[in-house]
């Protein structure tokens, strides 16, 4: 049977720590806590690391943080030869900030591209510093430079980026909020997170359960390094914090 995982960090990402009571420690020593604000590892984003801190004071080092059976099972890894707790048990929730708001910030920069280039999304990945967004655009004459300048112009508009809900069947009404080419968003469970950004979600709105900052200015200098060639029309696109070399 599957456990449900209260995920926290899903209507706030900005709780560095929490409390969360253990549900059970499977056969592998996974953790699974009734409530978590570690993000477990999807749509490109590196789950969370960090510590559970027992009632003790000792730490129970956390190496990554995975889903389960459903995406609504988190599970937490813990590092090797660590302490395991107790069904039962009350735990303090510590995630590794800085590295989460790297991610936040990259991620957020990410929905940002896909607004520049408007294609179909054949692949990403979400990185600390290096992350990459492939798609299916036939248009072989963008630039880093121009791509940077106007990724740039909506970092500093900072533009709110807020979630909402919306059903399964609004979803289905609306296609053309699912920018992947090859992924669905999970459906079935009645609702669907939408990431927004701008006002009134002027600028984006796209299916998305990772973590984001509140508002684009905080994204902060990026720039895209490289644009590659991978497929006839495919091209990836690499995108890495601070200003574009040379600049």
């Avoid at 984006?204 to 902060?220: F, K, L």
Wanted: some cysteine.
């Amino acid at each position: 049977m599957a456990f449900v995982t209260n995920a926290l960090f899903r209507e706030d990402a900005y709780l560095k720590l929490g409390e969360g009571q253990v549900a059970a420690v499977n056969e592998r020593g996974g953790i699974i806590l009734d409530r978590t604000i570690f993000y477990a590892t999807s749509g490109g984003q590196p789950g969370d690391t960090g510590f559970l801190i027992r009632s003790d004071g000792s730490r129970i080092a956390v190496a990554a943080t995975i889903s389960g059976e459903t995406k609504d099972e988190i599970i937490h890894v813990p590092a090797p030869e660590q302490p395991m707790p107790e069904p039962g048990e009350t735990l303090s929730l510590a995630i590794d900030w800085e590295r989460r708001l790297r991610l936040m910030r990259m991620h957020t920069a990410c929905h940002l591209l896909t607004v520049v280039c408007p294609y179909p999304i054949t692949g990403a990945s979400v990185a600390e510093d290096d992350s990459r967004i492939d798609f299916d655009i036939p248009d072989s004459s963008y630039a880093k430079e121009d791509v940077t300048e106007r990724l740039m112009e909506l970092v500093a508009a900072n533009h709110p980026v807020f979630t909402r809900w919306i059903t399964d069947d609004e979803l289905a009404a609306n296609p053309g909020l699912v920018k992947s080419k090859n992924v669905r968003p999970p459906s079935g469970t009645g609702r669907i997170r939408l990431v927004c950004i701008g006002d009134d979600a002027v600028v984006d709105s796209q299916p998305c359960g990772g973590t984001h900052v509140a508002a684009t200015g905080e994204v902060g200098a990026i720039h895209i390094g490289k644009i590659e060639k991978k497929g006839r029309e495919n091209r990836r696109f690499r995108i890495r914090f601070g200003p574009l070399p040379g600049n």
